[in-house]
């Protein structure tokens, strides 16, 4: 029988990422309605499609997903490089939550979509974030509401604050709060592509052990999946204050919440016995490769690796990281994994030294493993028949991917040379979200001047301007002198 497909791509090459990670190097996708449903050569269609797209010349593989993100923050993008170091954590969670007592849901909503916008002419198809500036509580509608329109995926967590060191007293609330708030959220917002739980961020934001198990266990009680930043440098010094010993991961392990149904981010400076932990509970993870070159030498993805854990990829919020590209990230990681190594031989101490990820290694984080990470719908998992049909199509027909020898060099080039420009086409579910590099949803160039009117209005009603860098016409900073 002929196939029947909405639409049929022809001629591209395929990395498909499936359980045999077959590549095409001359294939074909079919989609029909929300899922793929014939993929091989390309002499192997047989079908009637109701659209064919050329794709000689680019490359079709799995949409990418940043596992790791608070997506307002895009608001503060760069702010970081205007510090000398990266600054008091507890006055930076001050800073977040005044400035957007002034935004509401249309203003966080106006903001979102511009993140959203940039994610996704970098290809990427579904992101994570951690939402924490909840005064007033309408914001987060704006985040939810930017996303279902957006066409994404996403793992939205609304966040629990309790602890008085890091956050102002009127941000803290009771973990039933929370939860009942987070009750809400998913009756009016969980869909088949967003997901809504809640989270402590990472467990030193939580005033003590006993809300973050009352937390956990009505995230459980929910049906839906925790999410914590397990990083453990920022944090010790509270855990000290605290009366606890040793890392994050062994902290929240001994209180029992952490799990195969939860996403641990970041996991900066980890203990050497902390990554076992973490593979014997099965937890997700998502590393974050430039916080890791703020905070330690790189990332210690080789010891993930070494004990059978494959994470996901994130940005983090871009105020630290100001890219929203996780083919930059994809590179970070490749080079701090590196640097980290060294640093570990040349302090004597050369741990799970002969593991060494590979570019097709960060092609798996960045997208089925970071599926996995955010509890995306099964379906999502690579380009195969029955699976979703998120996928991204990239342009290689350019000077950046030569020369190619007959495409063996090609996917190297792929992780090194991808820039957002030569996205082609994203495809969500089904539904394709930029064609020819542009958004099919919005209106790019509104999006970006209602989000830049929005913003300077948040900064000038909560006093920010006084933050930003002098570098005005007029201006001197650094030695640089503005006209
Ligand atoms: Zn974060």
New binding site residues.
């Given amino acids: 029988m002929e196939q029947q497909a909405d639409v049929v791509f022809r001629g591209g090459y395929l990395v498909t990422l499936d359980d045999e990670r077959r590549v095409f190097t001359n294939g074909h996708l079919a989609v029909q309605g929300n899922r793929i449903v014939s993929i091989g050569p390309d002499a192997e269609w047989r079908g009637q499609a109701g659209r064919s797209i050329d794709a000689r010349g680019k490359v079709i593989m799995p949409g990418l997903v940043n596992a790791?993100n608070?997506l307002d923050q895009i608001v503060c993008r760069a702010r970081m490089d205007d510090l000398p170091s990266a600054g008091a954590m507890s006055a930076f969670a001050h800073d977040q939550i005044n400035l957007w007592k002034h935004a509401g849901a249309e203003v966080t909503a106006t903001i979102l979509r511009l993140h959203l916008l940039d994610l996704l002419k970098g290809g990427t198809t579904a992101v994570h974030d951690?939402h924490f500036t909840n005064i007033p509580g309408e914001n987060i509608e704006g985040v939810l509401g930017a996303l279902e329109e957006s066409g994404m995926r996403a793992l939205v967590s609304r966040c629990h604050l309790s602890e008085p060191a890091m956050v102002p007293a009127e941000a803290i609330e009771s973990v039933d709060t929370v939860l009942k708030e987070v009750e809400r959220l998913r009756a009016r917002w969980k869909s088949t592509r967003i997901e809504v739980t809640a989270s402590p961020i990472n467990p030193s934001w939580v005033a003590t052990g006993e809300e973050l198990v009352e937390l956990r266990e009505g995230v459980r009680a929910i049906g839906a999946p925790f999410d914590i930043?397990l990083s453990g440098d920022l944090w010790r010094e509270t855990f000290r204050a605290r009366g606890i010993a040793g890392g994050a991961v062994e902290y929240c392990a001994r209180l029992g919440i952490l799990d195969d149904q939860t996403l641990g981010?970041?996991s900066f400076q980890m203990l050497p016995y902390e990554y076992e932990i973490w593979a014997d509970l099965g937890v997700k993870a998502c590393m974050?490769p430039l916080g890791r070159m703020y905070r330690e030498h790189g990332p210690a993805l080789h010891h993930f690796l070494a004990v059978g854990v494959v994470p996901g990829l994130g940005t983090?919020?871009p105020n630290s990281h100001p890219t929203t590209s996780l083919w930059e990230v994809m590179r970070l990681c490749l080079v701090g994994t590196a640097t980290r190594k060294l640093a570990e031989r040349l302090a004597g101490d050369p741990q799970d030294a002969d593991v060494t990820p590979t570019t097709e290694t960060v092609l798996e984080m960045a997208t089925i493993a970071g599926a996995r990470a955010l509890f995306l719908d099964p379906a999502v998992n690579g380009l195969a028949i029955g699976r979703a049909a998120d996928l991204i199509v990239v342009d290689t027909d350019r000077p950046a991917f030569s020369p190619r020898f007959d495409n063996r060099r090609l996917l190297s080039s792929l992780v090194w040379c991808t820039e957002a420009p030569m996205i082609d086409l994203v495809m969500v579910d089904g539904t394709i979200l930029i064609e020819n590099g542009r958004s099919t949803v919005w209106d790019e160039e509104q999006v970006i001047a209602e989000a830049e009117a929005a913003a300077k209005m948040l900064f000038e009603k909560a006093g920010n301007d006084r933050l930003l860098p002098p570098r005005l016409p007029g201006q001197e900073y650094r030695g640089w002198k503005y006209f």
């Fill in positions: 790791h608070h951690q930043d981010g970041k974050v983090d919020a």
